[in-house]
């Protein structure tokens, strides 16, 4: 059996499931959006040279699999969907925090372009921000997924930039956006 099934030639994808639909779906989009994101992260964790963020960023890669998963099987398939559990979203909040705590990390807006690899998460980060727009978009559309797939990609978008943040302060790199007499909010970064 070949990969080109030609099934796709006119315009339609398949769900999980076997369900037909047009590949401009807002599901389709939604899902689409977190492979993407998927493969972003891949490549900001093969040029990462920090063990421990490329194990975090491995497992979340495995996890967004199932949040693909979630997004890709609707109510009528006969095949149940992949779960995304409080416990998913309490592993990054948890990761956050551990972040967080690190003396001396960036707590203000940051300029993305001071170091290859957390310029590669910055990358990421502004992928899954979309795949997380694209996500309620299509819930605001009528479509339904578990509310823990939202949650799960807004922490995720905050784990990302402060894996980011974490490589630069490793190298030693500011990247501080504003100067020190014009600070904002601390942790005013998401948008």
């Known amino acids: 059996m070949s990969i080109a099934t030609k099934r796709g030639d006119g315009g339609q994808t398949g769900l999980a499931g076997g369900i037909r639909v047009s590949k401009s779906d807002l599901r389709v989009e939604s899902y ?14 093969s040029i990462c040279q920090n063990k421990e963020i490329t194990e975090w960023t491995e497992e979340i890669q495995r996890t967004l699999f199932r949040v693909g998963s979630a997004l890709a099987t609707p109510p009528e398939s006969k095949k149940k969907p992949s779960v995304i559990s409080t416990e998913d979203v309490d592993k990054l909040t948890d990761l956050v925090h551990k972040i967080e705590a690190t003396e001396g990390i960036l707590a203000d807006w940051s300029l993305a372009g001071g170091h290859t690899e957390s310029a590669a998460y910055e990358v990421a980060r502004t992928v899954c921000r979309r795949a997380e727009r694209n996500a ?3 819930v605001e559309n009528g479509g339904s997924v578990q509310p823990e797939v939202l949650a799960y990609l807004n922490r995720l978008s905050d784990v990302i930039w402060l894996f980011g943040r974490l490589i630069e302060f490793d190298a030693g790199i500011n990247s501080r956006l504003r100067d020190d007499g014009k600070a904002g909010p601390k942790w005013s970064r998401a948008w």
Do not use: C, K, P
Request: glycine fraction near 12%.
């Open 32 to 45: 689409g959006s977190v492979d993407e994101l998927n493969t972003f992260l891949g490549f900001a964790r």
């Open 136 to 138: 309620v978009r299509f």
